[in-house]
């Protein structure tokens, strides 16, 4: 009898610590899941920030190409511009030259 006892004692013994080992897995798995949850928000969170970035950052390249655009339409203004002033130079310089020759003319 006493062998018997000591026999179903250890069983239950044995029992008692493979349904702590279970209570401390469940616990882990859903510690585990619960990590895994927010692995996900903060995946997604960054995502989401993410995009905003590269929105903002189309937009602010959008804004710099449109300001080039009106950079390089002023630049062609100012060469058409001095352009002019060359040619109009040189016709000033060749009014000069027939002028001259017409006082020594004289």
């Known amino acids: 009898r006493e062998k018997y006892f000591l026999q179903e004692q250890s069983h239950l013994l044995y029992q ?29 969170k960054i995502q989401r920030l993410t995009v905003n970035q590269n929105e903002d950052l189309l937009e602010e ?10 950079i390089k339409l002023e630049v062609e203004t100012e060469e058409n511009r001095l352009q002019k002033i060359t040619e109009l130079e040189a016709k000033i310089n060749s009014f000069k030259d027939v002028e001259s020759k017409i006082n020594s003319l004289q």
């Open 16 to 44: 008692i610590q493979i349904l702590k080992s279970n209570v401390g897995n469940n616990q882990l798995n859903e510690l585990f899941e619960e990590q895994q949850k927010e692995i996900i928000h903060l995946r997604n």
């Open 61 to 70: 390249i959008q804004l710099l190409h449109n300001t080039l655009k009106v």
